[in-house]
């Protein structure tokens, strides 16, 4: 073997951490930037979606290119909880009622899940707080500090950045690499049509 050129040696090297910014893709911020808080780890999510019986879903859409319309469909079809929607603006989604607040759910949810936008997460939080509610779940691309740190404060589960349908259908074994439930278990690499 030839000697290491070193001018090709460091080409090679692994970068440092001040020049790992120059790998990231561009438009996509890092991960943990500016993140301090610690959510729960997977069994503490599965237990908490285990214990909860009924979920209010703020923020509900009848749009059904909305995420909230996709998670609300799946988990009113897919699951046994108690699904309540809530939207000021709306009166039905899915043929279920819509309440204008938490405040004017006839039970108080275990679960609270927030399709709000950033600023809003504080005001909902504390609504959560207000009603009784057990746990404050933020949807994926959620990330709001002052709001995880109020609901802990008062008690409450806290999950942020994650998709409640894909926690339960991982979990429940229903998860498809598409996000659906496909009810076929099976080893076999599936056929596609041509």
Same mark, same amino acid.
Not at 19 to 27: H, R, V, Y
Not at 109 to 121: I, K, Q, S
């Given at each position: 073997?030839?000697?290491?050129?070193? +001018?090709?040696?460091?080409?090679? %090297?692994?970068?440092?951490?001040?020049?790992?910014? *120059?790998?990231?893709?561009?438009?996509?911020?890092?991960?943990?930037?500016?993140?301090?808080? !610690?959510?729960?780890?997977?069994? =503490?999510?599965?237990?908490?979606?285990?214990?909860?019986?009924?979920? +209010?879903?703020?923020?509900?859409?009848?749009?059904? +290119?909305?995420?909230?319309?996709?998670?609300?469909?799946?988990?009113?079809?897919?699951?046994?909880?108690?699904?309540?929607?809530?939207?000021?603006?709306?009166?039905?989604?899915? $043929?279920?009622?819509?309440?204008?607040?938490?405040?004017?759910?006839?039970?108080?949810?275990?679960?609270?899940? !927030?399709?709000? &936008?950033?600023?809003?997460?504080? $005001?909902?939080?504390?609504? %959560?707080?207000?009603?009784? *509610?057990?746990?404050?779940?933020?949807?994926?691309? #959620?990330?709001?500090?002052?709001?995880?740190?109020? +609901? =802990? =404060?008062?008690?409450? #589960?806290?999950?942020?950045?994650?998709?409640?349908?894909?926690?339960?259908? &991982?979990?429940?074994? $229903?998860?498809?690499?598409? $996000?659906?439930?496909?009810?076929?278990?099976?080893?076999?690499?599936?056929?596609?049509? &041509?």
């Amino acid at each position: 073997m030839s000697a290491t050129n070193p +001018a090709t040696a460091d080409a090679c %090297a692994v970068p440092a951490v001040a020049d790992a910014a *120059a790998c990231a893709l561009p438009g996509v911020a890092p991960a943990i930037s500016g993140r301090t808080w !610690v959510g729960p780890n997977q069994q =503490e999510r599965f237990a908490l979606l285990r214990r909860a019986k009924s979920v +209010a879903i703020v923020g509900a859409s009848n749009n059904p +290119a909305r995420a909230s319309f996709f998670v609300a469909t799946y988990l009113l079809s897919s699951t046994a909880y108690d699904v309540y929607l809530v939207n000021p603006r709306e009166t039905e989604i899915l $043929g279920q009622p819509v309440y204008a607040s938490l405040a004017d759910l006839p039970v108080v949810p275990d679960v609270v899940d !927030v399709f709000r &936008r950033h600023d809003d997460l504080p $005001g909902v939080a504390q609504e %959560a707080i207000d009603v009784g *509610a057990k746990a404050l779940w933020l949807q994926l691309g #959620s990330w709001n500090e002052e709001a995880a740190a109020l +609901a =802990e =404060e008062a008690g409450l #589960s806290v999950v942020m950045d994650r998709c409640i349908k894909i926690e339960h259908a &991982r979990f429940h074994g $229903g998860l498809h690499l598409a $996000g659906f439930d496909t009810g076929v278990i099976s080893s076999r690499r599936q056929l596609l049509s &041509r």
